[in-house]
């Protein structure tokens, strides 16, 4: 427990200077304010944290700190947030992380939006961008985006997979990123009117999605065909219609993909082998009430999806995998008044992150440990708030 109050110690000094004696004198800013904490993972073996923040000067930075030591948090990076913007970061693995960044530059005169993969080593060397001028030495121009990540290839040691203009300026490419050495090598070459693609458990490209304006029909999504070898458009619509269709992901057998579509004027989730040559989806989940917009969930060691980031009228969520239904249901016994967010697990799945909050508390950091049945708070999205009684929501007619 020691170790882990080093956190929200180091934390309090990165507070903004906000003085009130009462809760009626708690000033706007405060409410007005970034979080303190946007977020917290977990490294893959959960030895680590790190820590999304908004520091006392304004800037968003990335900390890390070792829970196996005595230490504090570590400033690995930070951003002023008007010439360079953190976006997020993710572990690729227990000694780098990878952070997307946006800038805004000239072109030909025209403020353009920007966005790199950068990376960072743990003890704070190695700050760089991921993509290097060399690597796009067929286009006229440097790519402006240059952040989208498709696959992280968790079977993968050294190996990412990234969207990007690589050999087109028009279309993106998908390419092989070995984040340690710089390398890149392209996997899947520019398709005419490809805006976007989408791998499979197995990080192969077999979903892309099309636009044409001058078409009536301007969307249109591609899917490849392993046995025949080939790609074959499986719908089209027009751009904010009811025939509107969104590939969520891929499961165990290759051609079995969730994807979600319209039902009765509400979105809903299908699921549908599209090796086929008339398509049969077969409704997952829907929802009387509400349009269900939400990504597949899945877990370390299973490419079957487990369930949706959707949550039921209870704010719980579609969870499909009994292990793992047992799990969430016992957190959010131990959290009747709560919603609770899973966040980052380690890769064997025993420490884990949670987010607590409602509508009367501000949001609060947990680090799990299954095996030992323990929950210690590490931290708190608005610490400057923890002690005031705060009101309820209230319906107002």
């Known amino acids: 427990m020691k170790n882990i109050y080093f956190l929200i110690f180091t934390l309090i000094f990165l507070l903004p200077n906000y003085t009130f004696s009462s809760e009626n004198q708690i000033p706007t800013e ?79 005169q025209t403020k353009r939006d920007n966005t790199r993969l950068l990376k960072v080593n743990v003890d704070g060397s190695g700050f760089s961008s991921l993509f290097k001028k060399k ?105 904010f219609s009811e025939d509107e269709v969104s590939v969520l992901g891929f499961g165990e057998e290759p051609n079995k993909v969730w994807f979600s579509k319209y039902l009765d004027g509400r979105k809903a989730i299908f699921s549908a082998d599209l090796s086929q040559v008339n398509i049969e989806p077969k409704l997952v989940y829907a929802h009387p009430t509400k349009d269900v917009e939400a990504g597949l969930r899945y877990k370390k060691g299973s490419d079957e999806p487990i369930g949706l980031y959707f949550r039921d009228d209870n704010y719980h969520l579609i969870t499909w995998d009994k292990k793992e239904a047992k799990f969430e249901e016992s957190i959010y016994k131990e959290f009747p008044d709560k919603e609770v967010y899973f966040g980052s ?18 949001g609060v950091f947990y680090l799990g440990n299954q095996k030992k049945g323990t929950l210690e708070l590490i931290a708190e999205s608005y610490p400057e708030l923890s002690s005031l009684s705060l009101p309820g929501k209230e319906i107002v007619n």
């Open 135 to 239: 690597h796009f030495k067929k286009l006229p121009w440097l790519p402006s985006f240059q952040a989208g990540i498709v696959d992280f290839l968790p079977e993968d040691d050294d190996n990412i997979l990234v969207e990007v203009d690589i050999s087109n300026y028009r279309f993106p490419s998908i390419v092989k990123l070995n984040v340690k050495k710089n390398t890149i090598s392209e996997v899947r070459k520019p398709k005419t009117d490809v805006v976007s693609w989408e791998t499979d458990r197995s990080g192969k490209a077999r979903i892309g999605y099309k636009y044409n304006d001058i078409k009536k029909k301007q969307r249109s999504i591609i899917f490849f065909d392993l046995e025949k070898n080939k790609w074959r458009t499986i719908w089209e619509f027009e751009n």
């Open 30 to 108: 405060v409410f007005g304010s970034p979080p303190l904490i946007e977020s917290v993972k977990l490294s893959p073996t959960g030895n680590k944290i790190a820590v999304f923040a908004t520091l006392k000067n304004g800037d968003s930075a990335i900390l890390v700190r070792d829970l196996t030591k005595n230490e504090p948090l570590k400033l690995l990076v930070s951003s002023d947030n008007k010439y360079l913007k953190l976006l997020g970061f993710n572990w690729f693995n227990e000694e780098i992380i990878l952070a997307r960044a946006w800038f805004s530059a000239n072109f030909y």
């Open 345 to 362: 697990r380690s890769k064997d799945r025993n420490k884990y992150i949670l987010f607590v909050e409602n509508s009367s508390t501000p």
